[in-house]
């Protein structure tokens, strides 16, 4: 059974910067396309941001292009987040998740979920 724990959250000013981790056991992360996932208060769950497995192809919504990172490091079996210029309404819980497939439909594998790390952006 795979266990995802996010980390990295927290309250900053608009503009900011976060780096979010997710760190995996009980499956190696290298075979898979990793997507970042954020839920906000009284929306739904949305896609972010995803990586190829082989770490060689990112992709990024419109909303989070260009200020979002996303990174890999097989080794240590975790995936990170690199946050810049974070505006109010990046304000969410953010969460990881293997992908079916690295393309849209950018939907998760796992019907697991960690804790998620929440993000605060204050303006």
């Known amino acids: 059974q795979v266990q995802l724990v996010e980390s990295g959250g927290g309250l900053v000013q608009a503009g900011g910067s976060l780096r979010l981790s997710c760190a995996a056991s009980?499956?190696?992360?290298?075979?898979?396309?990793m997507g970042w996932f954020r839920h906000a208060p009284g929306k739904e769950r949305e896609f972010v941001a995803a990586?190829?497995?082989?770490?060689?192809?990112?992709y990024y919504v419109d909303s989070v292009k260009g200020r979002f990172t996303i990174s890999r490091d097989n080794a240590k079996n975790t995936v990170y987040l690199q946050m810049h210029s974070l505006k109010p309404e990046d304000t969410a819980v953010y969460y990881c998740?293997?992908?079916?497939?690295?393309?849209?439909?950018?939907?998760?594998?796992?019907?697991?979920w960690g804790q998620g790390t929440q993000v605060t952006v204050s303006s």
């Open positions: 990586i190829r497995w082989s770490g060689d192809s990112t």
């Open positions: 998740n293997a992908l079916f497939s690295y393309g849209s439909p950018w939907h998760p594998r796992w019907d697991y």
């Open positions: 009980g499956r190696t992360l290298s075979s898979y396309s």
